[in-house]
């Protein structure tokens, strides 16, 4: 497939990392969005962050599908290690809570198939208060490398954002040169974009990372995940074409099947997420996931949207301020189109049907065979006159593949 993408001439030719990682957006599951900061195994057994709570979630990524669905990088965020460094200035896991050691737990996530992400912070501290990556950056990475993590998210809390500019790059260098291939996940522009402090380098930071935080932390909630998908839209054309494989903007995790989000705003994030070809990172107690949550994280046919080779993040192409009606569009590999229409209208009842034009749609005219993702069926698709009826639900979304009748024969009858 590369060799037909370098013929088409689509793969990209700036000076980007080189790791051979992320090649596709990132799949996995990572504690903090559902369990954050929680530490007291006694009382919360098990929501506490622990090597019990990764292993029941590996267990149940692999028995109920999840990794066979593609999610495969098993992350622990903040709050794994000790709050002292160890004499000779080493990071420790927390010796009640990760009593196995992290090697041990390591072993654990690669023998049921999994990769092995962490997290650690640029500064002295990170973000919880557990000691930071600053000043120890070699002796850290040698354990990182011991432990053999295959991901590793630095994060930016307590220093000044202005420096990330070459702090970042400078620990991308002895990451690289550890030897070992680790996804490098950053949250460099994250800090700079929220707090206004300047138009991040995204030549810099591609150069540097596999993903980076675009934003602050997303949070299980409607408000927020709108805020997020109005951002992208609003930023695309500075944001958009930084993205390729191995290299992706991140708007942070999946909050799918916690408390926030109905089952609808469920399904927009899902389709949003692989209109923006953005990293699928699930944080939920598996658990206790309601079966409907989990068959839109499990829709293989949307997950392949987002894991499209190609790596061209989509765009919003069209945005009514009456009716809320947004339109996204990714262009795919195989020459089809994936266009999710959301409506953000948040009461009463779905419209009646929209009749879109192509141009509203920003999809070349020709004949389309059309699929709706979430039904997992084709659908008549066009009216008489040309256009392609659509009824959304208030914060509901309708995901469509659109392939062209053409590239049909040749792209599905092989
Ligand atoms: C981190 O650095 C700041 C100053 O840069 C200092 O005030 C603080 O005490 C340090 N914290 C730790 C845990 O070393
Ligand atoms: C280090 O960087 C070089 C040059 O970009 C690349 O070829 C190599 O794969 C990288 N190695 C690791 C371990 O990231
Ligand atoms: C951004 O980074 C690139 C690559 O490191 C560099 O060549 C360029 O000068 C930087 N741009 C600005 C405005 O600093
Ligand atoms: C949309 O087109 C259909 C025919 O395909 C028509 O029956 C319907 O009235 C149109 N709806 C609107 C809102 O124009
Ligand atoms: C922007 C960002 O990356 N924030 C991170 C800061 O630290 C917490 C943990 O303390 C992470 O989970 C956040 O994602």
Redesign the pocket.
Known sequence: MLMFLFLLGLVPTTLTL???LALTPPMGWMTWQRFRRITDCEKYPRDCISEELIKRTADKLVEDGYLEAGYEYLIIDDCWSQKHRSSDGRLMPDRKRFKSGMKALADYIHSKGFKFGMYQNYSNVTCAGYPGIMDYEDIDIASFVEWEIDYLKLDACYIDPLKLDTAYPEFGRKL?AS???IVFSCSWPAYQESYNIKKPNYTSIAETCNLWRVLGDIEDSWAVLSNVIDWYGHNQDRIAPNAGPGQWNDPDMLVIGNFGLSLDQARIQMAIWAIMAAPLLISVDLDDIRPEFKEVLLNKEVIYVNQDVLGKQGLRVYKNRNSKVEIWSRELADRSYAVAFISKKDYGAPYPEHNFTFTQMKLPEGKYKVRDLYLKENVPSFGPDGTFPVRINPTGVKFFKFIPKETENEVYNK
């Open positions: 080189d790791n051979g690289n030897g070992r291939p």
